[in-house]
């Protein structure tokens, strides 16, 4: 069972296959089905090249400089050296076709390891590999050891035929799961399994179900989830034998083994429009320039070679910088000692942590801890909590004195803490020496912990029986399990029947959601009064009832519910019908449990931050509405003495738009809805609720399922076009997770399967606020600086070169070439504008006193059209001057062509590395070294230069101060008009830093 009292644990089960049912007879040929090898590689020899290709020049850039590199090979738009162009093209895909091939090899690797592993089969003298093994195929299978394919358990080494698999591989849950071998099977030998016949559905994605029949002889039985070992699952106890059913792309792992969605970010996104926009100024440029010299001869030839000449001003070196940058930040993020353990598996989009606007949150495990306590019981006419609890214990040990009215009262207290004791699906597990409790529901476990601390232990538990021990007595009470109804999403509910043979009694118990529990137990006066109560309290509730069965009412429920499990088609809808028609109907109701979640770590000082950051929050649960809006408010999801709109309970005919006009005019209020009430909002008014909840500062969804949580999580990102953040920590919240723009996972009490799914693992909630508020902050601000920064540094260049063809009669001549070109960009320029992403505008202390700072990054002011276009103006401007000032003091005559390269190369180098100190705002050791030894480094090569400058001219006073000049020129307006517009307009962050 898992969380009874939330029916968002598991996806919903999936519609029963519709495919042709499979006969497996071991031993023999069962038909042609696909190799059991396990293939995770993304490229093989062929598809490599062409689809790395394609995953490259779908980017505008790239696709830009390919036409450019290609042109180059035509003489008559050939310019310069052919290296110039060629090469920064192929070192971009150089880099990243060497990091694809590296990737794929090392998942061919753990492929080939995992292909390699031996298996011992029945009938082979030789291990078989697991990529060899067949549908069919009786398999050995040891402690610890995986399991190679969809299995039916056969035998197990435990002579009740049980064995525990960890399926945390498969499903991301930590607990051990109780597995079944067949009674028909498990005492037969392994050479004579081979009369056995398994039938089975065709594959399916559900690994929480299954059905199938199995033959022997006349015997027929059924095949249930609990029969099964899926691939990928290990087994954790003994040894075992399976029969395979289904082998590679048709096991349950290879078909919930989906690629994740490449994601963008969205700051990569706007430079890719951006770039548009620059490619049609270049365009319009070269076009310009074509047209002053009056169309002579072959013109458009001319067009082709000026776009060659101006391809700079598009640089093809952006997204290299950018991809390195997001590396750093992914390196800063995960050694982060604030933040332990927190993994970046997305590194293509931490910028956009910085720019979330919705905030969608799963509740149990995420904003609380998981960690299961039964805080209070209530019997109908009195409940215990605290220190009460001592008197429930007494009751159980007997040691009340008696009154008639303590005597009703203790009666009734120990059957509500016999049912607690005996209907869950907990077993007791003991290894060296130290005892522990396994099951697949955190709240089952915290049931069986307090009913052991008031008395009454779960000394043993198999598939057949139950042992309780007292502790007061010392004595033990055994039954026998019956029947067990596990607990699903979609009956929210949990039964068993066990026979108490010493006193000849056959008792049904029952646990559940209230909402179900209610039509199931007699009528009563307290019960929706109760929850309610509890349900304000923050505690989860359970029901629970019982009813008494006769040898013959029970017989007569067997042969139907018999019949009913070997049914292959709606084989669970029939069984349930059976159970309800049968058993569940006028329990005695013995009493309500109120199980306490914990808040986790911080919860409430960092929802209270991410609010004032401007961050929208929705809070998605499968709780009741109570306990939704208790834990809303004590988390401080909602402020206090906040407004909270509650819509529940609608049916299709109460649906109306006026609620939405209402919603719309309270403005500042929260929602709270359940999860049938917004399936009817969304099938009846889907873009009008969308519209007026996404303005709400909360939202809480309670009632609510996985699939809905992932269409809220694509309508608001649809609707808004805005940043969608999804945390959680079950495989519940999978589907939410990789729906969102940015994907958070808590690695939790629930396992891993939340936090391998998402683009970014952290351990607690509050860590979460330290990734939006600090590191989105410093990825989304230095990403924006050094993309325009870039920008500017291809665009300066650019425009000297057009200063040059203008001055030039309009002559598509080049103006620095070879080196020149190619070292601008890397060795000359690269790391002091690179340094600048460790830059940082606040300290980590301010971003935290201050959130509302985050509002301007949502905004998307650090890259718009309005900073591009200055940063335009800032680079026509720089590279006119210098260009201009370069041509004016030493000439335009080819014989002094070198010396004016000298001088504007030179210019252009210094402004940009002055430039770099005028931007940063806070130095640090590595800045500092960066320029530096740029410094060092363009000192360094200028005996090599030869070709380009006048060696002679450099060691002359007229080169430096007419460089000089040119220098000043360009940087002295600039840096006046920062200064005057930072004292009359300071920037907020600079408003803060003065505070």
């Not at 880099?95 to 029945?122: C, F, H, P, Q, W």
């Not at 039938?199 to 929480?208: D, G, L, R, Y």
Request: hydrophobic content about 45%; some cysteine; overall charge neutral.
């Amino acid at each position: 069972m898992s969380k009874i009292d939330d029916n968002d644990d598991h996806e919903s089960e999936e519609p029963e296959p519709t495919g042709p049912s499979r006969v497996v007879v071991p031993f023999a040929k069962n038909g042609k089905f696909p190799s059991n090898a396990i293939s995770n590689a993304k490229y093989n020899p062929v598809t490599f090249l062409p689809i790395i290709l394609y995953e490259q020049f779908k980017f505008f850039i790239n696709l830009y400089f390919l036409i450019v590199a290609l042109s180059q090979f035509v003489p008559s738009l050939k310019i310069g050296y052919l290296s110039s162009y060629v090469l920064p093209l192929a070192f971009v895909l150089f880099v990243t076709m060497s990091k694809e091939a590296l990737d794929d090899i090392s998942r061919r690797r753990r492929d080939a390891e995992a292909n390699k592993e031996g298996y011992e089969v029945v009938g082979k003298a030789d291990f078989v590999r697991a990529r060899d093994l067949k549908v069919g195929d009786l398999v050995f299978i040891k402690k610890d050891q995986r399991v190679p394919a969809d299995m039916i358990l056969l035998k197990s080494s435990e002579a009740n035929g049980e064995t525990f698999i960890r399926t945390d591989q498969l499903d991301g849950e930590t607990d051990w799961k109780l597995r079944i071998a067949c009674p028909l099977t498990q005492s037969l030998p392994n050479e004579t399994l081979s009369s056995i016949q398994i039938t089975a559905t065709a594959p399916s994605k559900s690994i929480h179900s299954f059905l199938g029949r199995i033959s022997l002889d006349s015997a027929n039985l059924p095949l249930s989830i609990d029969n099964t070992l899926w691939a990928n699952t290990v087994l954790a106890s003994g040894h075992a034998v399976g029969c395979v059913i289904y082998t590679g792309s048709e096991t349950r792992q290879a078909m919930n083994t989906s690629k994740a969605r490449a994601k963008v970010g969205l700051l990569e996104l706007e430079i890719n429009g951006l770039s548009k926009i620059l490619c049609i100024c270049v365009f319009l440029l070269s076009l310009l320039l074509v047209g002053l010299s009056g169309f002579r001869g072959q013109w458009y030839i001319s067009i082709f070679r000026f776009l060659v000449l101006f391809s700079s001003i598009i640089p093809v070196s952006l997204r290299v910088n950018l991809d390195l940058g997001k590396s750093v930040y992914a390196y800063l993020i995960e050694h982060d000692k604030t933040i332990p353990e927190t993994i970046v598996r997305t590194s293509t989009i931490p910028e956009d942590l910085g720019r979330i606007e919705y905030l969608l949150t799963d509740k149990t495990g995420t904003l609380t801890q998981n960690d299961m306590e039964l805080k209070k019981i209530h019997i109908g006419t009195v409940s215990y909590a605290g220190e009460a609890m001592d008197e429930v214990a007494a009751y159980v040990s007997g040691t009340v004195q008696s009154t008639r009215s303590r005597r009703d009262i203790g009666v009734r207290v120990r059957d509500l803490v016999f049912a607690l004791a005996v209907c869950h699906n907990v077993t007791p597990v003991y290894e060296d020496g130290e005892s522990s409790y396994q099951a697949a529901s955190p709240d089952e476990i915290a049931i069986v912990k307090w009913t052991e601390s008031v008395g009454l232990t779960l000394a043993k538990r198999d598939r057949t029986s139950i042992v309780l021990s007292y502790a007061a007595s010392k004595a033990e009470q055994s039954l026998e399990i019956l029947q067990i109804f596990p607990f699903s999403s979609e009956t929210k509910r949990m039964g068993i029947v066990a026979r108490d043979s010493e006193r000849d009694e056959i008792w049904f118990f029952l646990k559940g959601a209230d909402s179900v529990m209610a039509r199931i137990v007699q009528k009563n006066d307290w019960l929706e009064e109760e929850t309610g109560n509890m349900a304000r309290e923050g505690l989860r509730t359970l029901v629970i009832g019982r009813k008494k069965l006769t040898t013959e009412a029970y017989n007569t429920f067997l042969e139907k519910y018999t019949a009913a499990s070997l049914v292959l088609k709606d084989r669970d809808s029939e069984m349930l019908r059976v159970v309800s028609e049968y058993l569940e109907k006028d329990l005695e109701l013995l009493g309500l449990t109120g199980v306490e979640d914990k808040l986790q770590e911080n919860v409430k000082p960092s929802l209270e931050l991410l609010r004032n950051a401007g961050i929208k929050i929705w809070m998605l649960t499968g709780d009741k509405v109570e306990t939704a809006r208790c834990v809303a408010v004590s988390a401080k999801l909602v402020p206090r003495g906040q407004y909270i709109h509650t819509i529940a309970g609608m049916t299709r005919s109460e649906i109306a738009y006026d609620q939405l006009e209402y919603l719309r005019s309270k403005g500042d209020c929260c929602l709270l809805i359940d999860g049938e009430s917004l399936a009817l909002f969304l099938d009846v008014y889907r873009k009008e609720f969308i519209d007026v909840a996404v303005t709400l500062p909360a939202v809480i969804a309670c009632r609510c399922s996985p699939t809905q949580k992932a269409e809220i999580a694509k309508l608001i990102k649809t609707s808004t076009k805005k940043r969608v953040c999804c945390i959680g920590d079950g495989g519940n919240d999978v589907s939410m997770i990789q729906a969102a723009d940015v994907g958070v996972g808590i690695v939790g009490k629930e396992g891993r399967q939340a936090s391998l799914a998402a683009d970014f693992s952290i351990l607690q909630f509050c860590y979460l606020t330290k990734l939006l508020v600090w590191h989105g902050r410093n990825s989304y601000k230095q990403s924006a600086k050094l993309a325009q920064f870039i920008i500017h540094r291809g665009l300066i260049i650019s425009v000297a070169q057009a200063v040059y063809s203008i001055s030039s009669s309009f002559e598509p001549l080049a103006l620095y070439q070879g080196l020149l070109l190619v070292g601008y960009a890397t060795i000359y320029t690269m790391m002091p504008v690179f340094s600048m992403v460790l830059d940082r505008d606040v300290d980590e202390d301010l971003a935290d006193m201050y959130p509302e700072l985050y509002k301007e990054l949502t905004e998307g002011r650090s890259l718009s059209y309005l900073t591009f276009f200055i940063w335009v103006l800032i680079s026509v401007y720089q590279g006119a001057i210098i260009q201009a000032i370069a041509q004016i003091l030493v000439g335009l005559d080819m014989s002094v062509f070198e010396r004016m390269v000298s001088v504007s190369f030179t210019a252009l180098f210094l402004n940009e590395l002055l430039m770099v100190a005028m931007e940063i705002i806070t130095w640090n050791k590595i800045m500092i070294a960066t320029e530096i030894v740029t410094v060092g480094a363009y000192i360094a090569s200028l005996p090599f230069l030869g070709d380009y400058f006048d060696l002679h001219y450099l060691i002359t006073g007229p080169f430096f101060w007419k460089t000089a000049v040119a220098t000043a020129a360009a940087l002295i307006p600039i840096w006046l008009v920062k200064v005057i517009t930072r004292r009359v307009r300071p920037p907020t962050y600079a408003k803060v830093r003065q505070r």
